[in-house]
């Protein structure tokens, strides 16, 4: 099973806001005087990564990831919205994306579209997080072993050669849990596991439906007791997957 990178470790709505509140004091203090501020880390409407763009932090690439040439697309962007004249830096206005469409070829689902937009309806970071419902069942077999996120358009991108050792509150590597053991989670157990971790968003219920796509896509038969026990699950979003994984594992095995 495969975790979004960012989803390692602490959710960075906890981590970034409490950092912010921090160079705020600090500025304040800098300047003598309390300053009227406000800050987001996509938390409000606020077009981060144009603004990051305009700020001189990087390009937006094909794969609609702001890029830094130094340091790759692996990093999280925060604004602090300050009552306060400061010298603007220059935008980033170059492009060096050139001809590589790596991303492209590489997504799945196909959802990195040619004109540098992308249908989120076919993302695996919008089905496995933002979706609450379904996922269609034409894109399931897609997901492969992705239960939350995804990051194959950064894996593939060259610019990620120059990334940088990750933030240690953001975590260092997957957690190591089986497919299996994630499919018998019960709600106070998913809580006391992901309640200070991005994973919270997807619900018990959205997490399950996704570990149950993943264990059909593995076409692990080990997993089939756990898939039969989810059959019984109280939600119909788990009952629904569960199913269809264990007809995919068994198809799978009739080749």
Known sequence: MRIASYAWGEDYHHVLPARMKELVQFIEQQVGGPIKNRYYTDTGPILERDLAQRAGIGWIGKNTCLINPKQGSYFLLSEILLDLTLEPDLPFVTDHCGTCTRCITACPTQ?????????????????????????????????????????????????????????????????????????????????????????????????????????????????????????????????????????????KEEL
């Open 111 to 251: 959802c990195i579209l040619p004109d540098r937009t992308l249908d989120a309806r076919r993302c695996i970071s919008y089905l496995t997080i933002e979706l609450k419902d379904d996922i269609p069942a034409d894109l399931r077999p897609l997901i492969g072993d992705w239960v939350f996120g995804c990051d194959i358009c950064q894996m593939v991108c060259p610019w990620n050669r120059f990334a940088v050792e990750g933030d240690p509150a953001f975590g260092t590597q997957s957690p190591p849990h089986s497919l299996t053991d994630e499919l018998g989670l019960t709600s106070q157990e998913f809580n006391g596991r992901f309640k200070q971790t991005p994973i919270k968003r997807a619900k018990r219920r959205g997490y399950l439906r996704n570990v149950a796509v993943a264990s059909g896509n593995t076409a692990d038969w080990h997993a089939l007791p756990v898939l039969n026990d989810a059959m019984e699950d109280p939600e119909p979003l788990v009952r629904e997957h569960a199913k269809w994984a264990i007809e995919e594992i068994k198809r």
